[in-house]
């Protein structure tokens, strides 16, 4: 096992990086950045989206986090995920952080059933950079930019819309009033002896550069239209090879209005040039150039006019193009959301089978807690039934064996007599006034022996008994002393 390095995060050709090697496979390799920390889950906020198609609940949003700590060393740390993070086999404690060297093999979840392996197993190796490009795993942000374009792609290019080059229909509008305009004005200077100097002087730049491009290939593309790129559906196919059929349409009848505005601006000059040249002769023929020069007005009016109408038609056109990308859009927002929805509704589901199973083993522990304490309940109660059992019988002990005949209390400085009779020394004192001989066995009197065994078991068993035993026996004792005194 060695130490993690560093490897060039610029230019990588010729160095060495450290990665997570997926085992068995030749792709899905997680790249370990130096310097950078590296997330890896199934949800949108990771560096490395991992999506089981077999399991999708087998990796948590964000399963586990990848970093290096002020040393160097790369660490693996298990964010609280459902199935846990293994690291060579044994499973790691959630928030806690492991160093991880190289030929570790690192697991993320568990093996399904009848599966000896998980999904996602990796080992951490450290390799030329040439050989890990090939088999890396895309990035989460790379996904999401490649997704991107995907949804915008066949759409207008809102730049160019919105751009100084870029000029959609309303701005051909006033391009074609401005020559229209202009034109009015160039034959209005007839009358006043002015000559243009030039057929593009009065026509906008723009107008004048309306051949294709031929450095581009496939469809002409004219300035001051907005691109139409590639199109996704049948239907958006044909819209756009409709808008290009109207430009070109646009292009043929802008080009018969130049060559018309060239014609008529030849003609207007070789009028001016006849009235200076004969001012008085050749009347005629300067009526005659003069009716043609009207005549070329009229048709340019015309062609003017159908040009308006189909720049119009072009413009409904692309309005209508941009509804319906508009309406694709929100479509696949929609379809995205409801996907999204899908996928938290099938959360929701494993959770909550996961908290019904939890709630079933919590009852069943509940159940057998429950039974282990009715078992000591029972338990105790026998205890109980014994201790007063016990008490029972040493209460009968005490009141047969331990109880003077002759006042029935206990025994107060216990005597045995030579027949093994016992009584209380007050009391054979007593009686041995009127008679000397056993009140029990009626045997003469010959001996008599203090018995401490007896007085101290006695006195020790009274002080387990009630108050008010305790009590009597003090008093008796006092009055017999009181009268032996």
């Known amino acids: ?65 990848l970093k290096q700590n002020p040393e160097g060393q790369w660490t693996i740390m298990d964010n609280k ?43 951490v190796t450290e390799e030329d950079w040439e050989t890990i490009y090939p088999c890396l795993s895309p990035k989460n942000d790379q996904m999401i930019e490649k997704n991107k374009e995907l949804r915008t792609k066949r759409k207008f290019s809102l730049d160019q819309l919105g751009g100084p080059g870029a000029e959609g229909p309303s ?34 730049p723009k107008l004048t550069a309306l051949e294709p491009s031929k450095k581009t290939t496939g469809a002409a593309i004219y300035p001051g239209f907005p691109v139409v790129t590639e199109v996704h559906h049948e239907q958006k196919a044909s819209n756009s090879s409709t808008s290009q059929r109207s430009l070109q349409m646009f292009k043929v009848t802008m080009s018969r209005i130049l060559r018309l ?11 001016m040039n006849v009235k200076k040249q004969t001012q008085k002769g050749n009347s005629k023929k300067i009526v005659r150039m003069e009716q043609e020069l009207q005549d070329l007005q009229s048709q340019l009016c015309a ?7 189909r720049v119009e038609q072009l413009e409904k056109t692309f309005q209508e193009e941009e509804r319906h990308l508009e309406g694709l859009e929100i479509a696949q927002g929609e379809e995205d959301l409801k996907q999204q929805l899908a996928q938290a509704l099938e ?44 008490l029972s019988h040493m209460n009968d002990v005490l009141e047969n064996e331990l109880q003077c005949i002759i006042c029935s209390e206990y025994f107060i ?38 018995s401490l065994v007896l007085d101290n078991c006695i006195n020790k068993m009274v002080n387990n008994l009630s108050s008010e035993v305790k009590e009597r026996r003090i008093v008796l004792i006092r009055e017999r002393k009181g009268e032996w005194v």
């Not at 959770?351 to 039974?371: T, Y």
């Open 81 to 123: 995920s459902l199935n846990g993070v293994w690291l060579n086999r044994a499973r790691l404690e959630p928030l806690r952080v492991y160093s991880i060297h190289q030929g570790d093999y690192i697991q993320l979840g568990v093996p399904l059933e009848n599966k000896e392996n998980a999904e996602y197993e990796y080992e």
């Open 413 to 450: 400085e216990a005597v045995t007599l030579n027949c093994a009779h016992s009584f209380c020394s007050y009391c054979i004192n007593e009686w041995m006034k009127r008679k000397r001989e056993c009140p029990i066995c009626r045997k003469d009197i010959e001996s008599k022996t203090y």
């Open 1 to 65: 096992m060695g130490e993690p390095g560093f490897f060039v995060t610029g230019d990588r050709a010729g160095g060495r990086s450290w990665c997570l090697r997926r085992v068995g496979m030749s792709a899905g390799w997680l790249l370990l950045e130096d310097g950078r920390e590296v997330t890896v889950g199934r949800g949108f906020g990771v560096t490395y989206q991992l999506v089981s198609k077999i399991c999708p609940l087998m990796i948590s949003r964000n399963h586990c986090v």
């Open 347 to 390: 959360e929701h589901w494993a959770l909550m089978e996961e908290l019904n199973r939890s709630k079933k083993d919590f009852e069943a522990i509940i159940q057998a807690k429950n039974k282990e304490l009715e078992q000591t309940k029972e338990e105790k109660e026998k205890v109980q039934a014994q201790k007063e059992e016990v």
């Open 171 to 204: 701005n051909l509008k006033s391009k074609i009033n401005k020559v229209s305009y202009e034109s009015g004005q160039s034959v209005k200077s007839q009358g006043k002896g002015e000559v243009a100097s030039t057929p593009s002087e009065n026509l906008d």
């Open 303 to 309: 062609e003017q006019a159908q040009q308006q109408a």
């Open 261 to 271: 505005k060239i014609q008529m601006q030849e003609k207007h000059e070789a009028v």
